[in-house]
């Protein structure tokens, strides 16, 4: 129990002795409120953010069993996910925030944004777990495979 006292004692003063720290953590919290309006969202958002990390890291190890090279490019496809995905959020909030009439919709509109976040990267991660070689249960198998075979092949993921 000492040791985590002492873990966030280390932390608090980190913060205290760094004003840019301190500031950041401002503004990026500032940020994360006003893109993410209740409770609800925020989770799903984080839950999001998780599953593109869950995403890459399979796709990684996908790659790396079934023999393929390994690029730079697999760690810049999921940068470009996270600013594109994170784009799509703003956009919503700002534009909900701001058009008179607009903002009962906020809370639908990034709700909706990152619920389609959640579902794409959920698709990519079974796939790179079927390239793994694991059977996938409860007839996911037979869906996953009428989508791809419904979708164009990536070579990417």
């Given at each position: 129990?000492?040791?985590?006292?002492?873990?966030?004692a280390?932390?608090?003063?980190?913060?205290?002795?760094?004003?840019?720290?301190?500031?950041?953590?401002?503004?990026?919290?500032?940020?994360?409120?006003?893109?993410?309006?209740?409770?609800?969202?925020?989770?799903?958002?984080?839950?999001?953010?998780?599953?593109?990390?869950?995403?890459?890291?399979?796709?990684?190890?996908?790659?790396?069993?079934?023999?393929?090279?390994?690029?730079?490019?697999?760690?810049?496809?999921?940068?470009?996910?996270?600013?594109?995905?994170?784009?799509?959020?703003?956009?919503?909030?700002?534009?909900?925030?701001?058009?008179?009439?607009?903002?009962?919709?906020?809370?639908?509109?990034?709700?909706?944004?990152?619920?389609?976040?959640?579902?794409?990267?959920?698709?990519?991660?079974?796939?790179?777990?079927?390239?793994?070689?694991?059977?996938?249960?409860?007839g996911?198998?037979?869906?996953l495979?009428?989508?791809?075979?419904?979708?164009?092949?990536?070579?990417?993921?």
């Amino acid at each position: 129990m000492r040791q985590l006292t002492d873990g966030i004692a280390t932390i608090g003063k980190m913060f205290g002795d760094a004003p840019l720290l301190k500031y950041l953590a401002g503004v990026s919290g500032a940020c994360w409120g006003y893109l993410f309006p209740d409770q609800a969202v925020r989770d799903a958002a984080l839950a999001a953010g998780l599953l593109i990390l869950l995403d890459t890291v399979t796709g990684l190890w996908a790659a790396i069993v079934t023999g393929k090279a390994v690029k730079s490019a697999k760690f810049g496809r999921a940068l470009s996910k996270i600013l594109g995905y994170g784009s799509v959020v703003a956009v919503c909030a700002v534009v909900t925030r701001h058009v008179p009439g607009a903002s009962a919709w906020q809370s639908m509109s990034v709700s909706a944004v990152v619920t389609l976040v959640i579902v794409t990267e959920a698709i990519s991660i079974l796939e790179n777990v079927r390239k793994l070689g694991i059977k996938l249960p409860f007839g996911m198998e037979k869906l996953l495979e009428e989508r791809l075979r419904g979708a164009p092949a990536r070579e990417d993921a």
